[in-house]
């Protein structure tokens, strides 16, 4: 039964059009690309996808080409509507140590700037996207690669994974990183980090809010998976206005942000899954959602 909701077209990068994928040097570098990221379905059927940053041996660097590769991939299975959870993880012993620096080094300001445009896409295609991304921390993530946990909407940490923002240390401030760490770590721990470049261990990123667990090394993608499992179980529909809704009410203050989700509860009450919830809580049933229900029908058709 994996393979079923694996049907139709595939996730992962299909190409972009611009000036810079035309031709056969345009065909291979998507192709180039496509490799920098890998998608895994083996657990679509209930609804989890496994996409990985696959450059180890750049330690898994968000240059804009992985940047532009992992962006497609998430817009991928945004299209293709068939997952409510995503995990996020790298291959190699790193779970991605941030821009390329010879990148930055070589580029002049509007290469720099297109690079930190293309990486503010991709994070605000994890933050739109429907679906619960989970990031898998297995090991370092320093820089934009710390940006990418925090922007994560969850995040499970192996015991020796590690934390920093070390731009400070070569005169490099990480700015952009800063963003999504001082939504999740507090204010002054997250100062403490931009201003000394030092790492944080996980204790200290479960601690301060960065990850939500902390495991063992072997026990790492059992845990992910487990808590993705505890998410993909429910209505797709319900996750999408959830996670919609919760980002945009922080930025509101507390009784605007009331007075929003007051009138995002009325709404939801009206939509199907809630009153299939709801029926089902009261008459002792599991209930059967929406989207449960309508790829039940297409397989039976």
């Known amino acids: 039964m994996r393979a079923e909701l694996g049907r139709g077209p595939p996730i992962g990068y299909t190409g972009r059009s611009n000036d810079r994928m035309t031709g056969t040097d345009g065909e291979q570098e998507a192709e180039d690309m496509a490799e920098l990221v890998l998608y895994d379905p083996t657990f679509e059927d209930e609804r989890i996808g496994i996409v990985t940053l ?4 750049k330690r898994n660097a968000l240059s804009r080409e992985m940047l532009l590769a992992l962006d497609e991939t998430l817009q991928g299975i945004v299209r293709a509507d068939r997952l409510n959870v995503v995990i996020l993880r790298g291959a190699g012993t790193v779970f991605s140590s ?6 930055i080094l070589q580029g002049d300001a509007p290469a720099v700037l297109e690079l930190f445009e293309t990486c503010f896409s991709t994070m605000q295609t994890i933050r739109r996207m429907p679906q619960i991304v989970v990031a898998e921390v297995h090991g370092i993530a320093t820089a934009a690669g710390c940006q990418l946990v ?21 005169g490099f401030f990480c700015s952009t990183p800063a963003v999504a760490l001082s939504r999740n ?34 026990n790492l993608r059992t845990a992910t998976l487990e808590l993705a499992r505890l998410v993909a179980r429910h209505a797709k529909a319900t996750l999408a206005l959830g996670k919609k809704h919760f980002y945009r009410q922080l930025e509101m203050d507390e009784f605007e ?4 989700m007051s009138q995002v509860m009325a709404t939801n009450s009206a939509m199907p899954d809630a009153k299939e919830g709801i029926s089902a809580f009261l008459t002792k ?13 297409a397989l039976d058709a």
Do not use: C
Request: glycine share 6%.
């Open 54 to 57: 696959n450059h180890p041996d």
């Open 98 to 103: 941030g821009h390329d620096l010879r990148e």
């Open 150 to 170: 925090a922007t994560a909407d969850l995040a499970v940490a192996s015991s020796v994974a590690k934390f920093a923002t070390p731009g400070i240390k070569i």
């Open 185 to 218: 770590v507090g204010r002054k721990k997250a100062a403490e980090m931009l201003f000394t470049g030092e790492f944080m261990d996980a204790e200290d990123a479960l601690r301060f809010g960065l990850v939500n667990r902390v495991v063992p090394p072997e």
């Open 257 to 260: 942000a009331l007075a929003y």
């Open 285 to 297: 049933r599991q209930p059967v959602w929406t989207d449960r229900r309508m790829a039940q029908q």
